[in-house]
């Protein structure tokens, strides 16, 4: 009887078709809808994740990485005097303005260190060192950058604060949420390009502890000598930061909307499909149930109908989503589908089409067996 649901379903090929394609487009909605959402979140907390640090000292409340406040430098002796801490850095964060050659100009976000060495950013560094950063009027910029101040490389100048600095270096992956350039220099450059604003300031302490330290310790530590600024391991400022955007951008309901309305373009699709297709062998249900089948043996029949559609239409709603993600990249976005998330949405898409055959078997279960005998 699980062959008549096959060969019912089949009948009209053109119907299935549709029905596959409508499945498919529900789950290519959702993996790039959701896959962009991730990659969002991803750029957000790039950097944070690609220091090596376990403790950030940040200025109190600071609602994420971007949204800083600065601090007095010197705080970083005091957490430096800790048992237990390794080594502990200023990291100054700060927005400067990069005229282009065109005469207008561009925001980028400034990253600047005494030392970007022991603490592995910024990584996939192109066509120079970092040490050259230290040696003079030299910046580096991420490849991402050129969407907005055009091509350059190294050895090209350009104009930050007003202040002429050469390309020394090209990173890449160094991204942020909103999408503004990221670049890096040294400490003392920084200070000097926005002396009202970062003179004799920080913008965070990042806290690399020796082996075997009790972090939980130096931490209460740090936020007792330091109770003006917060303590947070890396996981913990990630999620923070993270979490600012999901909550303050409507970027977390946007991403729900998407799925919402992916999952009732499925339903609906799969729901109307097996009822009409239902409708229109009406009889041949009305034999089963009178030569002895049951209401189960009816679901049966519906729900592998069902499953077929989900299976095919969640095959070729994966393969788009997939070819995209060389597409979405030259808009310097990131297309992020996790394993875990792609099975998810497999399950998923299974799920709302045998929730789906519900509605035609609410029609079958309550057909009269002696239907088939009628004329």
């Known amino acids: 009887m699980v062959d008549l649901g096959l060969k019912t379903l089949l009948h009209d090929k053109v119907r299935f078709g549709i029905t596959t394609l409508g499945v498919a487009f529900a789950v290519t909605l959702v993996l790039v809808q959701i896959g962009l959402f991730v990659g969002l979140l991803d750029n957000s907390t790039i950097t944070i994740r690609k220091f090596d640090a376990d403790l950030w000292v940040t200025s109190k409340n600071s609602p994420n990485l971007d949204f800083v406040h600065q601090f007095p430098e010197s705080n970083v002796y005091r957490v430096r005097s800790i048992p237990g801490v390794e080594r502990a850095d200023n990291l100054i964060l700060s927005f400067m303005q990069v005229a282009l050659p065109t005469g207008a100009e561009e925001t980028t976000i400034v990253y600047a260190m005494k030392d970007f060495e022991p603490w592995g950013v910024p990584w996939r560094v192109q066509g120079g060192n970092l040490d050259d950063l230290r040696r003079g009027n030299f910046v580096m910029f991420d490849a991402s950058a050129e969407k907005r101040f055009g091509s350059f490389a190294v050895g090209d100048y350009r104009e930050v604060n007003g202040k002429r600095l050469r390309v020394v270096g ?72 993270r979490d600012y955007w999901i909550e303050n951008t409507g970027l977390g309901f946007n991403a729900f909307l998407t799925v919402f309305l992916g999952c009732l373009v499925g339903v609906v699709v799969v729901a109307q499909t097996l009822y009409a297709s239902t409708m ?24 592998k109908q069902a499953s077929i559609a989900a299976g095919f239409g969640f095959v070729l709603g994966y393969l788009p989503a997939q070819l995209l ?51």
């Open 170 to 241: 090209v990173t890449s992956e160094a991204k942020s949420f909103t999408t503004t350039p990221l670049s890096f220099m040294a400490y003392e450059k920084a200070q000097e390009l926005a002396p009202d604003l970062l003179s004799g300031k920080a913008s965070y302490i990042l806290v690399k502890l020796a082996p075997g330290t009790d972090r939980e310790q130096v931490r209460r530590e740090v936020a007792r000598r330091l109770p003006h600024n917060d303590v947070y391991t890396s996981a913990e400022w990630a999620t923070r930061s």
């Open 280 to 303: 229109e062998h009406i009889k041949e249900f009305g034999t089963v149930k009178a030569i002895g089948g049951s209401n189960l043996d009816i679901y049966r029949m519906l729900a």
């Open 325 to 375: 993600k060389p597409v979405i990249a030259q808009a310097d976005l990131k297309l992020i589908i996790e394993p875990e998330f792609t099975v998810a949405v497999a399950f998923g898409t299974l799920v709302l089409c045998l929730c789906s055959s519900l509605i035609a078997f609410r029609k079958v279960a309550s057909i009269d067996p002696a239907l088939v005998f009628r004329s």
